[in-house]
């Protein structure tokens, strides 16, 4: 069974600071896609990243990054230059496919504060 | 922008009660998602569904179950609440997938579900 982890429940780092949170998963697929989603306290869940796994350019977004090591199954988020909105529970997720049909496979959620 | 509407923020209801839960997307998306978020457990899939009248079961169905009567409407049922169903529900949508399996999904701000 695929599974997610994300080995890290909380974070927190100082504003404008560099912080790169760890996701790895498991799978015996040779082609997928993983992506990063942000949940702000209170607010509705949103797309910050994806990656397909076919392509071995690590994906890039203004200021996340990621770095997607096919191999060792890892797939981690960093965060540039933090700011004070980037305070969020941040998943990571994988997607399967079942009968035709995707589907999300999420990690537990890391909590990333962002101090001033 | 995708907009996808949860019909409440906040619920409370009483042990044993049926509890409907409405989801509304405006982008034409033909997957829905029905997910509960726990704290420490990520997002776990109630249901999904890929067409209208159509539904399949995520990874944990029991205790609920959803229609698709219009293909932008979905909604979740609590046939007899319990008070280990309170969570937050999240709904979701996406494009259909296949060569665009990389699509998104786009989330409701959820509902927190007491039961009581």
């Known amino acids: 069974a695929q599974t997610v982890t994300q080995s890290q429940p909380e974070m927190s780092v100082q504003e404008a600071e560099t912080v790169t949170l760890s996701c790895t998963y498991d799978?015996?697929?040779?082609?997928?896609?993983l992506f990063w989603y942000k949940q702000p306290p209170s607010r509705q869940m949103i797309l910050v990243i994806r990656?397909?796994?076919?392509k071995q350019q690590n994906a890039t977004e203004n200021r996340f990054s990621v770095n997607f090591q096919k191999a060792a199954k890892s797939f981690s988020l960093k965060i540039s230059d933090s700011q004070l909105g980037d305070t969020a529970m941040y998943f990571c997720?994988?997607?399967?496919?079942?009968?035709?049909?995707?589907?999300?496979?999420w990690g537990a959620g890391t909590k990333l504060i962002i101090k001033p | 922008d995708v907009k996808v509407t949860q019909s409440s923020r906040y619920l409370v209801k009483r042990t044993g009660e049926k509890v409907f839960l409405e989801c509304v997307q405006d982008?034409?998306?033909?997957?829905m998602f029905w997910y509960r978020q726990d704290p420490g457990l990520g997002l776990r899939l109630i249901y999904f569904?890929?067409?209208?009248?159509?539904?399949e079961k995520g990874d944990i169905p029991e205790g609920y179950s959803v229609s698709r009567e219009k293909k932008e409407r979905f909604s979740l049922i609590l046939e007899s609440a319990s008070t280990n169903q309170t969570s937050m529900y999240l709904c979701?949508?996406?494009?259909?997938?296949?060569?665009?399996?990389?699509?998104?999904?786009?989330f409701g701000d959820g509902t927190r579900l007491s039961i009581l």
């Open positions: 997720a994988f997607m399967k496919s079942s009968g035709g049909n995707y589907q999300l496979i």
């Open positions: 799978t015996s697929e040779s082609n997928y896609y």
């Open positions: 990656q397909e796994a076919y």
């Open positions: 982008m034409d998306h033909e997957n």
């Open positions: 569904s890929y067409d209208v009248k159509m539904k």
């Open positions: 979701a949508s996406s494009l259909v997938v296949g060569e665009n399996s990389n699509q998104p999904q786009h």
